[in-house]
């Protein structure tokens, strides 16, 4: 599967594993020599001050086209080292017109090994970086400090697309001897916030920050979300937890900030919402390996929800692959608004038909910015919840509820209601339990929005009731539960193009009519 290794340790084991989980090739491993604490001079010839020294190896090879997922290169760290750093590069052929070219992702395994869903992760910056270090008490954006123990490492390379003539690569590692810092313990946001009680609070739970492959910190993040007017965020970096404990000082009585990771496996991306500070969550399988119930269970064991992201969004491996089965909600809307939102919330509603007809779940839907970077818009689109105060338990029971609507901008405010004649009242996510024939009459408020939007309602049949939304932003319309076995609402920008809808600015979850069957 892989050229020969060129490396200046000793040869070691490489085997083709399939354990469950996506393929993965074990290299020739690398051996430093053993030297102590108090000093020496490494293979590289220098002294770093304080008696301390390194030893550099370079480890070269090349990956065929096919390669497995997950390509590990075995490191036996010795005792006495300090900090562990790491270099790569690799080729960039020219490919023909439409044939993906080379992109090779890194990470790191301790000597705790590379189990699915074991305890070694130590840090994944996909292919944001070229260059990472890890030590006791720091490490790069991405990677979790803590102590370079004796054994086994393993340097991850994660080909995600190779070329024709394969993927060349070169990996660097550096090992500083010398006595170890004090770990720093981790400050993890608090799980709740002042907030006002019962109440709509607005959320983004999908931000990327220099924690992956976003370009904003933590910092920015935090003042744009507030400027934004949002309530709470979730720190979402792309396969690892690093960012959760880079938060200390952003939080405060107006802002939660909950922790969690976008998994971003091959066959798809699922946003952990709201998982317990520290949690690590698993990314390496595909579909076919049946994994993915496993680490589902993980997330919710962990407190947090489970929700695919972008599920029809066209970059390669982002399609979701894995069914619905195990989800808590879905992202259907992601970031300015685009034919595969549009895609994602007809695959909605047609599940949302099933669920009426005893057919599966009640599947909530939720939207976020996906932001990165600049001028990515935090808040665009953003989940308002109904939740009974600003905390982490309130704000993920009420998504799971399906109380919640989406909207583009703090600005634009949403009330949805269904009543019947005897004052039988339901709200967005909640059930009006009345008899098939019982006139209902439903009712959009909308707040804020921008001139020229429609309103639309929409149902198990369809939009059956559209208009343009009058300066006083309320339409009502009438019907019955045997017409409409749930109601849900649009407000869209003017249409651009014949016979298609315009882009969204706002929708709710629906409310279900009649009695549970």
Known sequence: MCDDDRTSGPPGRRALLVTGAAAALTLNGVSFAAADAGGGTGRDGGRTGEDRHTETRKVAGRLPLGAPDYVYLPVEIPHGVREIAVSYTYDRPATPPGTAGNACDIGIFDERGTELGGRGFRGWSGGARTEFFLRADDATPGYLPGPVNAGTWHIALGPYTVAPQGLAYEVTITLHYGPGAEPRPPAYPPHRAKGRGRAWYRGDNHLHSVYSDGKRTPARIAALARAAGLDFITTTEHNTTASHRAWEGLWGDDLLILTGEEVTTRNGHVVAMGTDPGVFIDWRYRARDDAFPRFAHRIRRAGG?????????????CNWKFGYEEADAVEVWNGPFTLDDEVAIAEWDNALAAHTHGRGPFLPAVGHSDAHRDPDVIGLPQTVVLADDLSREAILTGIRAGRAYLAEASSLTL???????????????DRLPVRDSTPVTVRLDATGAPAGCTARILTDQGQLFTAPLPASGTVTWHTTPANATYVRAEVRHPATTPGVPGPMAAMTNPIFLGRPT
């Open 415 to 429: 009330t949805f209601t269904a009543t019947g004649p005897k004052g039988e009242h339901a709200t967005i996510g």
């Open 305 to 317: 929800l489970v929700v695919p992201a972008h599920p029809h969004a066209t970059c390669i491996g």
